[in-house]
């Protein structure tokens, strides 16, 4: 069945460091992958989206990578800030499947200051 | 960027009570929306899709008389919990898609309703 994985531990880094969180796949091809924000208690907030065929993206301090063959994207939030904390769920989609996402379980993240 | 507007917020109900949430997108149409569950450090769980003028399209295992949708509009989706119980108690949150482009559409989501049911 189609899996994702997300960085199971919680992740503490110091304010200033770059974050990397990581979103690994199996039995799944997905066309297109999603990274979202989620604060306790709220709905999740769309962040960046990569398609298949790029490897790259960026949106200010963010940068998603996307490679296919390793089935995984790594998701990085550069000079981190304690407003950075939050959990970051990763959700890949496909043309097919009525477009319905499927979602990761989320790495949550803690920036110290 | 899109806005979905879900209400309401929160909700604490009796036992046995229905409940109605609603979702809209406030600046698009959205012909579909879904509807997800989520329970503490759980991942998003999809219970139905919501197609405007048409019947929701339920996840399995999901009972589509007990979670009933209504998608009326292209800009309002229901959501109604009947005859609630303790064990439905959870964050129900909806999202709205916007009209795909390039094959790729991303969902934006309300802010989510946390229901207990006493």
């Known amino acids: 069945s189609q899996k994702i994985e997300q960085n199971s531990e919680a992740l503490n880094i110091q304010e200033g460091k770059t974050a990397t969180l990581t979103c690994n796949y199996t039995n799944y091809s997905p066309a297109y992958l999603q990274w979202y924000r989620q604060d306790p208690g709220r709905g999740p907030v769309f962040l960046l989206l990569i398609r298949e065929n790029e490897k790259e993206k960026r949106k200010e301090r963010l940068k998603v990578t996307f490679d296919t063959t390793l089935k995984q994207s790594l998701f990085h939030i550069t000079a981190s800030q304690p407003a950075d904390s939050a959990t970051y769920l990763c959700?890949?989609?496909?043309?097919?499947?009525?477009?319905?996402?499927?979602w990761g379980l989320g790495t949550s993240l803690a920036v110290n200051p | 960027g899109a806005v979905v507007s879900q209400h309401p917020s929160w909700v604490i109900c009796k036992s046995g009570t229905s409940v109605k949430i609603e979702c809209r997108s406030l600046?698009?149409?959205?012909?579909?929306m879904f509807w997800y569950r989520q329970f503490p450090k759980q991942s998003l769980m999809l219970m139905a899709t919501?197609?405007?003028?048409?019947?929701?399209?339920?996840e399995q295992g999901v009972e589509k008389d007990k979670f009933l949708i209504n998608h009326a509009s292209l800009t309002l989706s229901t959501l109604t919990v009947t005859s609630a119980h303790p064990e439905d108690s959870s964050f129900y949150i909806c999202s709205a898609r916007t009209p795909p482009r390039a094959g790729v559409d991303i969902q934006y989501f309300g802010a989510g309703t946390r229901l207990s049911v006493l």
């Open positions: 919501s197609n405007e003028g048409s019947k929701a399209t339920y």
């Open positions: 600046d698009f149409q959205a012909t579909t």
């Open positions: 959700a890949l989609g496909n043309a097919g499947n009525n477009r319905k996402l499927i």
